[in-house]
T-cell receptor, first 107, second 112 residues
Framework: GQQVMQIPQYQHVQEGEDFTTYCNSS?????IQWYKQRPGGHPVFLIQ?????EVKKQKRLTFQFGEAKKNSSLHITATQTTDVGTYFC???????FGTGTSLTVIP | KAGVTQTPRYLIKTRGQQVTLSCSPI?????VSWYQQTPGQGLQFLFE???????NKGNFPGRFSGRQFSNSRSEMNVSTLELGDSALYLC???????????FGPGTRLTVT
């Protein structure tokens, strides 16, 4: 099946810095979902993007879906220690989560 | 609504044995997916069941199998366990392909 590649695999930031993770596909996506998994926890759904160029915000988190629907990004403004975890992107009917991006926030 | 439940939460088995894991989805959800999570390989898709039929399958050997019952509860079986099968096994339920997945807490399997 089609795989969405995510970068970077790891990211360490100082608390208060911004953070961005990117998902890229070689083919057009029908949608993109984002999940967050806290250390020791299970993935939790954050949001789904469907429309070309769509932008959605959840407090300090901004999610974007590319105009060509081949890429997506998650941007966190002014990271906090509660943002620690692994962020995954996935197309809903493909089930490919991969390794995600592991975010470490240094207090 | 109660969330996704998985039993058992922890399991220790010996190489060569077999194991059965259980997943109860959120009430009304007919799709159940299974994943294997290891530190090196991330979250890997095993299979998805919908209305008692396997609808999607990942790239795992035939030792990994599953089934779904009429009440949408699902079981996953691993036969002839290998050390490399040690992992967190997660199941997730959903209303359908275009909807979000709700994950259970997982079953931590250790093979010795």
């Amino acid at each position: 099946g089609q795989q969405v590649m995510q970068i970077p695999q790891y990211q360490h930031v100082q608390e208060g810095e911004d953070f961005t993770t990117y998902c890229n596909s070689s083919t057009t996506l029908s949608n993109i979902q984002w999940y967050k998994q806290r250390p020791g926890g299970h993935p939790v759904f954050l949001i789904q993007l469907v429309k070309s160029g769509e932008v959605k915000k959840q407090k300090r988190l901004t999610f974007q879906f590319g105009e060509a629907k081949k890429n997506s990004s998650l941007h966190i403004t002014a990271t906090q220690t509660t943002d620690v975890g692994t962020y995954f992107c996935v197309e809903s009917n493909q089930f490919y989560f991969g390794t995600g991006t592991s975010l470490t926030v240094i207090p | 609504k109660a969330g996704v439940t998985q039993t058992p939460r922890y399991l220790i088995k010996t190489r060569g044995q077999q194991v059965t894991l259980s997943c109860s989805p959120i009430s009304g959800h007919r799709s159940v997916s299974w994943y294997q999570q290891t530190p090196g390989q991330g979250l890997q898709f095993l299979f998805e069941y919908f209305s008692e039929t396997q609808r999607n399958k990942g790239n795992f050997p035939g030792r990994f199998s599953g089934r779904q019952f009429s009440n949408s509860r699902s079981e996953m079986n691993v036969s002839t366990l290998e050390l490399g099968d040690s992992a967190l096994y997660l199941c997730a339920s959903s209303s359908g392909l275009v909807y979000e997945q709700y994950f259970g807490p997982g079953t931590r399997l250790t093979v010795t």
